[in-house]
């Protein structure tokens, strides 16, 4: 998995994102992506919190569904906020980063991708720096089994997607 994780990733900095999956078994199923302005209505906790301090300068949220043709799927939720400087971004994933803190909230799953009882636990996480901005990716089986493994390979390949 190590060297598969590698391999994806370089494909996912290249914005080759149906490679990347590909190099995981996977393959995009369902996908969408919306941009907001309001990043406070779109958080909860302290996330809310600190986002009401440190105002953000953009949101970008994608929500997709990837599946291994055998019933296996999960669910991956990619957040890009924007913030005025480096330094800000940097402290938004600190507090974004403590299990139960709060969240920017994903596109809602049932809505998007009409997978009902799916739910994004966090405990998939992968958060990457880019420029002023944090890029937030998490992931989360669907249906059927996807190991540990996979999930978190998932959310380091996801972090480089393009959030479009």
């Known amino acids: ?15 080759k994102t149906d490679e990347a999956l590909g190099k995981l078994k996977l393959k995009r199923l369902k996908h969408k992506a919306e941009r907001e302005l309001d990043c406070v209505a779109s958080s909860t906790g302290k996330v809310r919190e600190f986002l009401a301090r440190t105002p953000c300068t953009s949101l970008d949220r994608m929500l997709m569904a990837v599946g291994d043709g055998h019933g296996n799927a999960a669910v991956v939720s ?8 480096a330094k800000q971004a940097e402290a938004f994933e600190k507090v974004e980063r403590v299990q139960g803190s709060g969240d920017v909230r994903p596109l809602e799953i049932a809505a998007v991708l ?4 799916v739910h994004i636990t966090g405990h998939h996480y992968q ?3 880019d420029k002023n901005a944090m890029i937030i990716a998490e992931t989360d089986t669907a249906t059927g089994h996807v190991d540990n493994a996979t999930l978190d390979a998932l959310a380091d390949i996801a972090t480089y997607f393009p959030v479009t």
Do not use: N
Request: hydrophobic content about 30%.
């Open 1 to 15: 998995m190590k060297t598969r994780r590698t391999s994806a990733r370089e494909s996912a900095k290249r914005g």
């Open 78 to 85: 990619v957040v890009r906020v924007g913030f005025r400087s």
């Open 114 to 117: 009409g997978l009902t009882g």
């Open 127 to 129: 958060a990457r720096p």
